[in-house]
Each structure stands twice: as C-alpha cells, then as structure tokens.
DNA sequence: ATATGACCTCAGGCTGCTAGAGGTTCAAGT
DNA sequence: ACTTGAACCTCTAGCAGCCTGAGGTCATAT
C-alpha cells in the first residue's frame, strides 16, 4: 500500500491533483488508514499512471473519463476508445495549424521591427491594423 | 460613438468580453449615454481591435497591457515591444514542438488499433503504458 | 403608451489545477 | 513512553479568460 505522497512521487503527479482527480471520479476514493489518510493499491497506481499519460497528450478529463468506463468493459467493442483518439488527434492537428499560421505572423512582426521609437515600431502597427497581416484571421 | 452592441459586432469581440477588458484596464471606462449605457469612439474601437488582434495570436492579457503601456509613450525606444513580441513567437514555437510530438504519438495509438473488444484495445493498452511509446515523455 | 430589444450590474460557474490555513497522524529517535 | 517533525487531512480561495443568468433599466419604433 502507498501513501499519497508516495504515489505522488512515482507518478509524478502532485498531491493536490491526486486528490482533485478523485474528486473528479477519476479516481476511486481509495482506502484509508487507521488515521484517516488515504492508501493506494498498485492497481490505483496503475490507474493515475494512465490518466497522468492521457493527460500529457492533451486529453480533456471528460475524454479520459470515458476511456475508463469504457476500460472497465472489457468485452464491449473498442470503437469508442478509437473514436475518443482520432478526435483527440484532430484537435491537436487543428491547433498545429493555427500556430503555425501565428508563427509566421510572429516571425514577421517580431523581425520587421527597425524603428527606433514606439511611433515608428513594426510591431506595434501590425498589431494596431490587419492591413499588414499575410492571411486573413 | 457606437453602443457596446456595435462595437462587439465590428470587432468580433463579445459584449461581455468587452466589460471584462474594461474592468481588467485594457480599456479606459468609456463615456455613458444619460441612461448610463456605454458609448464608444471610433479611437475606443481601434484599441480593442488591437486588443482582439493580439489575444488572436496568443498574447496574453498582462503582455497585451504592457504593449498598450508602450503604444501610450510613442517617443520611447520600442525595444520592449520587439521582445515582447520576439517572446510570443519563441512561446509558439514552443508549443508547437510539443503538440507534434503529441500528434505522432496520437496518430500511432489511433490508427494502431485493430482489436475488436477493450480488452486487445491498442488505444487503451497505449495510454495504460509507456512501454509503447516511441519517445520519453 | 407599450412592446421589444439592447443595455446595466452583480454573482456565480467553467477547466484543471495550485496554495494556504489550521489541524491531525505517522514513524523514527531518544 | 514521549517527542519531534514530516506528511497527511479538510476546506476555502485563487489563477486565466472569459461566459451565463438573474433581475432590472433604457432606447426606440409603432
């Protein structure tokens, strides 16, 4: 049995948002001890580790909720799981666009500037009008 | 001089959004019609385009009111503009590096899966796991 | 005169945590 | 057995950047 600082520190999840995902029911309340403080099995371990990885590659709680109450069925069929990951995909595709469409805005305000003086500056025209923008936004 | 409903129209910029930048300081409090309505002049309406421009690129409030601070001394050196503009773009480059690093790990879990049932789910099994995964992370 | 829509303020909610106050428990050292 | 000190507990509040809704007022057209 784990402590939650323990746990903590093999998930490298912080305490606090140890106890936020139970409160969120992504965690079952686990255990307690004699004093009242919480005891995890490997198996809630290995449950954090999952939400922590699903959490890393952007995940919604919501999204990673699903996912556990669909791992909790094992013999139903997967498509929801592969549903939940292709969308997740999309969005993250859909967000590398829109950067790299700021980035090369960025880059030309951030590098077009040879004003000495804030009236003159590039960077402060480029936000003041969109006339010296590339694409439409 | 436009009422907040026209002004949110031309800018694209919500009408509680508006307020918000009032009482965040990015707009001064603008004058009000005898009934205690905002009116807005045509000045009001380019400093929230402004706003609205660099909230579009990523900026955040406090950077937002730094520039605006700047805009206000047009005969000082712009070099604060410059790098706070140069810090945005080193901040979307950021993000976008770690985003395609998501999106090739996505895209292997999503596309990976030929299971039938949860349980041979390579989606579940995926995110379960590093053992799976290309890089460290 | 009245209807309707646009406006006002204020409070509370959202996501995904994080921080702090004020109090209890655990484990180790003496 | 006792004492420390770290680790734990609950609860409340705060962060960004808004959005929503309640309950009320204003503007304008008919």
Known sequence: MLTI?????RTGVKIPTIRYYEQMG????????EGNQRRYTPEERDRLAFIKHARDLGLKIEAIRELIEL???????CAGADRIAAEQLHAVRERIG????????????????????IKDCYVIRALASHDLCEDEH
């Open 98 to 117: 829109k950067l790299r469409k700021l980035e090369r805005e960025l880059a030309r305000i951030a590098t077009g500037c040879d004003g000495e003086q």
């Open 5 to 9: 600082g323990q746990l903590s520190r």
């Open 71 to 77: 791992s909790v069925h094992p013999d139903q069929p």
């Open 26 to 33: 992504l965690l079952a309340p686990p255990e307690r001890s």
